[in-house]
T-cell receptor, first 112, second 115 residues
Framework: SQKIEQNSEALNIQEGKTATLTCNYTNYSPAYLQWYRQDPGRGPVFLLLIRENEKEKRKERLKVTFDTTLKQSLFHITASQPADSATYLCALATSGTYKYIFGTGTRLKVLA | NAGVTQTPKFRILKIGQSMTLQCAQDMNHNYMYWYRQDPGMGLKLIYYSVGAGITDKGEVPNGYNVSRSTTEDFPLRLELAAPSQTSVYFC??????????????FGPGTRLLVL
């Protein structure tokens, strides 16, 4: 069955370091992959979209990679700040569908 | 723009009761979605709609119903509440002329407790 895995354990890093979160998937061939940020008690907020034919996407301090051979996406936050502390969700969709499948999310804590 | 709004924010239901979770968006988006999020879990799609009058099932539709009579509103109905429906419910919308590359905008969520 289709499966999306994100590290369920919280990731703690020091302020100023680069945070790297992973999203692995199996039995799935996504054409689109999105990353969202979710703060406690709030709805997810869209961060970045990457398509299957794109290797990398950047937005300010954020960078996403998409490796369809490894079936993996990496999400990087450079120069991390305590305000980056949140849960980050990846979501995948195949072409021809309007439905995204979400991962369970990884909780990031940036320590001052 | 208010974006995506949801009411109520929190509700306690007794087993067997029914209720409607309200969702509205003022962005003129075609697509609307209902998700549930259980503690420590990802979002599970319950139902979605690609426009007024058109709805379809997601991953976990059992126990729920939806309707889409207008572009703006997409209510979710629970007919016979069960403890397994205790969750946080999120409504989302997106403008998508052709595909799933559009951003989904989420509401603040409705926390439902069924006792």
């Amino acid at each position: 069955s289709q499966k999306i895995e994100q590290n369920s354990e919280a990731l703690n890093i020091q302020e100023g370091k680069t945070a790297t979160l992973t999203c692995n998937y199996t039995n799935y061939s996504p054409a689109y992959l999105q990353w969202y940020r979710q703060d406690p008690g709030r709805g997810p907020v869209f961060l970045l979209l990457i398509r299957e034919n794109e290797k990398e996407k950047r937005k300010e301090r954020l960078k996403v990679t998409f490796d369809t051979t490894l079936k993996q996406s990496l999400f990087h936050i450079t120069a991390s700040q305590p305000a980056d502390s949140a849960t980050y969700l990846c979501a995948l969709a195949t072409s021809g569908t309007y439905k995204y499948i979400f991962g369970t999310g990884t909780r990031l804590k940036v320590l001052a | 723009n208010a974006g995506v709004t949801q009411t109520p924010k929190f509700r306690i239901l007794k087993i067997g009761q029914s209720m409607t979770l309200q969702c509205a968006q003022d962005m003129n988006h075609n697509y609307m979605y209902w998700y549930r999020q259980d503690p420590g879990m990802g979002l599970k799609l319950i139902y979605y709609s690609v426009g007024a009058g058109i709805t379809d099932k997601g991953e976990v539709p059992n126990g729920y119903n939806v309707s889409r009579s207008t572009t703006e509103d997409f209510p979710l109905r629970l007919e016979l509440a069960a403890p397994s429906q205790t969750s946080v419910y999120f409504c989302a919308s997106s403008y998508s002329p052709g595909g799933p590359w559009e951003t989904q905008y989420f509401g603040p969520g409705t926390r439902l407790l069924v006792l």
